[in-house]
């Protein structure tokens, strides 16, 4: 039997399509199981300011299909210094909070480890991030959306390029992961994916452009914004001074991947995983991040799910290299 009998839901770092439906997810299965559910704004931030309030089934009326996030986040200064932690608590207990669920990315649960340790208050992570850099899920809560984002972007311009024969570098988010560069660049039937996981080899990618003219009026190169070629600009540059005769062109898809109504797969992991952060709680799990693997729910510590996923399936860059000819 569960001591906890409030508790606070907050989202924080980067938003990603999805979590107002892990949001619902977390308020819903909290009031089923007879808990007062509250609600932070501005993730750590709104928790040192005393931004906390009341929730309740009508509170998340509605939202199951929006993109951002209502409760709004923010990377919060105060939160890393002990005074804004010990603030944060205060406000907790003020409030009779017992435990939280963390809707965010590798700050977020690295926030959340730091407050465990010093107060000792049980937190149950979601993964909401679009980059799908966490391990212990399969896939993050808003990846599915971002990347089927960027495929209907990347199909408009795969349009305009083939009526111009033109070469289009197409930079997509992932600052340390790339994950939505590689996925939505077999999507799109990109001639060259290039993520920050793997050292570029110029030469290479040179010799498919030149040898991939044969086929194809139009080539698409994606690179994810980390990636250490320096961004879109930077590998345009490159392929210039290459073939200075080539039509050229870059696009920066940015914010765009953040934002918009989650898809269904995207919907379905933040119920399943919203439902399962209460019932972790009610369980006495803490410091655990809810994920999916292969199919199921799994509990992994904070300390092992913010490690990056630095090894990308093999299997996905063959087919790249084997689809592109
Ligand atoms: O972590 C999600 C993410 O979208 C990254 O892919 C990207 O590099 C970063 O956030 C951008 O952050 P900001 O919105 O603060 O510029």
New binding site residues.
Partial sequence: MSNIKNIAVFTSG?DAPGMNAAIRAVVRAGLYYNLNMFGIGRGYDGMVHNDIFPMDAKSVANIIQRGGTILKTARSEEFRTTAGRKQAYDNLRARGIDALVAIG?DGTFTGAAKFIEEFDIPVIGLPG???NDLAGTDFTIGYDTAINTVIEAVDKIRDTAESHDRVFVVEV???DSGLIALRSGISVGAECVLIPEIKVDYEAMMARLDRTRKNKASRIIIVA?GDDAGGGFAVAERVKARFPHYDLRVSILG?IQ?GGSPTCMDRVLASRLGVAAVEGLLNGRKGEMAGLIHGQVEFTPFSKAIKHISNINENLIRIVDILSI
Avoid: L, W
Wanted: glycine letters at 28%.
């Fill in positions: 980067g990315g991030t679009i980059d988010m992932g600052r914004e914010h953040r």
